[in-house]
């Protein structure tokens, strides 16, 4: 099992960027598929960015293609989102997320889970 401490969240005006860092403890960091999903009020979760285990293949969702970009670094066991042109509708807990499988990539097969940290994008 992994544990997963997300942080970087808060409170930013409509067009600023944050960057969201998940630290990842208690298995082979660097063998496992990574992602970012979020939640609204009242919505289900969604996915946002998945990083394969090396880093060489990413994949997001529509909503932030070209604003959010998700990376890694095996050696800190650290996945990162930078969320750059941020906008009202991003307004959620965004969840830190490590695949299910070792040297997968997956964009639904996700077993472990953080806390979440909040982000609020004003108007």
């Known amino acids: 099992q992994v544990q997963l401490v997300e942080s970087g969240g808060g409170l930013v005006q409509t067009g600023g960027s944050l960057r969201l860092s998940c630290a990842a403890s208690?298995?082979?960091?660097?063998?496992?598929?990574m992602g970012w999903f979020r939640q609204a009020p009242g919505k289900e979760r969604e996915f946002v960015a998945a990083?394969?285990?090396?880093?060489?293949?990413?994949s997001y969702a529509d909503s932030v293609k070209g604003r959010f970009t998700i990376s890694r670094d095996n050696a800190k066991n650290t996945v990162y989102l930078q969320m750059n042109s941020l906008k009202p509708e991003d307004t959620a807990v965004y969840y830190c997320?490590?695949?299910?499988?070792?040297?997968?990539?997956?964009?639904?097969?996700?077993?472990?889970w953080g806390q979440g940290t909040q982000v609020t994008v004003s108007s």
């Open positions: 990083i394969s285990w090396g880093g060489g293949t990413t």
């Open positions: 208690g298995r082979t960091f660097s063998s496992y598929t």
């Open positions: 997320t490590a695949a299910n499988q070792r040297l997968v990539f997956t964009t639904r097969n996700f077993g472990s």
